[in-house]
């Protein structure tokens, strides 16, 4: 269960994020979020096994273009790129990787307090989901995030 958090955590650090609200003043995304749910390959990740997960390894701030993830006990940042003229509205995300870029692409709404992303980590262009959901089939990761509130 922890190495699929941290993959999730990881796959956003190296994929991620909005919403089609207002396509000409999108709304804000920075603060921090907490991953409720977790779905891979058409299954999700029981809540029970999320909620055992330490709230440092499910948080994921995002700040201007920078979407930061904790990463083994240290904070790792991607570059986001979000387009909501999309419908969906869409997210590239961009990272180093061993001296290589890795770019990874998705699609995400923000509905209230919940952000949900759906990604491909890594692959082409063409390889963007089309709607919020996985299958056997697919790459891609479907992750619903709160966010929390300011303290």
């Given at each position: 269960m922890r190495a699929m958090l941290g993959m999730a955590a990881v796959f956003l650090?190296?994929?991620?994020?909005?919403?089609a609200q207002d396509k000409k003043d999108p709304p804000k995304l920075d603060g921090s979020y907490l991953?409720?749910?977790?779905?891979?390959?058409?299954?999700?990740?029981?809540?029970d096994l999320i909620d055992k997960?330490?709230?440092?390894?499910r948080t994921i701030s995002i700040k201007g273009d920078k979407l930061i993830a904790n990463k083994s006990g240290k904070e790792d940042s991607i570059t986001i790129k979000l387009?909501?003229?999309?419908?969906?509205?869409q997210i590239t995300t961009t990272e180093n990787k061993n001296g290589k870029t890795e770019t990874?692409?998705?699609?995400?709404?923000?509905?209230?307090?919940?952000?949900?992303i759906c990604m491909v980590e890594g692959g082409k262009e063409a390889d963007r989901p089309k709607e919020f959901k996985t299958s056997k089939e697919s790459k891609a990761i479907l992750m619903t995030l709160k966010k929390k509130k300011d303290k």
């Open positions: 650090a190296a994929g991620g994020l909005a919403t991953i409720v749910a977790l779905e891979m390959g058409g299954e999700k990740l029981p809540a997960a330490p709230e440092a390894d387009d909501p003229s999309k419908t969906p509205a990874s692409y998705g699609i995400y709404k923000l509905d209230g307090d919940t952000l949900v």
